[in-house]
Nanobody, 125 residues
Framework: QVQLVESGGGLVQAGGSLRLSCAASGRTFSSYHMAWFRQAPGKEREFVAGITRSFGSTYYADSVKGRFTISRDNAKNTVYLQMNSLKPEDTAVYYC??????????????????WGQGTQVTVSS
């Protein structure tokens, strides 16, 4: 079993940056594909970015490509999301998630076994 704890959210002005962290418990972190999702009020949870367990291949939603960077440190059991050039439409609760299925990052919420509690990101205009 894996427990995930996000941190790093907050209030930032448009154009600013934040780095989210997701710390995982357990000794099998390196066997999980990791992803970040977000959910804005009144909207469905959506995929933001993901990173594979083996080669660290990365995948991004079109809306964040070029602005956000996902990375992982298996020695620290942590996955990061560096968010630059933030926009008001990036405002949401951000969740990290872990999944062992398949050979690549999947973008649907239903395949992820473990979720963090979420961290709020608010971007003011």
């Amino acid at each position: 079993q894996v427990q995930l704890v996000e941190s790093g959210g907050g209030l930032v002005q448009a154009g600013g940056s934040l780095r989210l962290s997701c710390a995982a418990s357990g000794r099998t972190f390196s066997s999980y594909h990791m992803a970040w999702f977000r959910q804005a009020p009144g909207k469905e949870r959506e995929f933001v970015a993901g990173i594979t367990r083996s080669f660290g291949s990365t995948y991004y939603a079109d809306s964040v490509k070029g602005r956000f960077t996902i990375s992982r440190d298996n020695a620290k059991n942590t996955v990061y999301l560096q968010m630059n050039s933030l926009k008001p439409e990036d405002t949401a609760v951000y969740y990290c998630a872990a999944n062992q299925l398949g050979y690549t990052v999947l973008r649907t919420t239903t395949v992820y076994d473990y979720w963090g509690q979420g961290t709020q990101v608010t971007v003011s205009s």
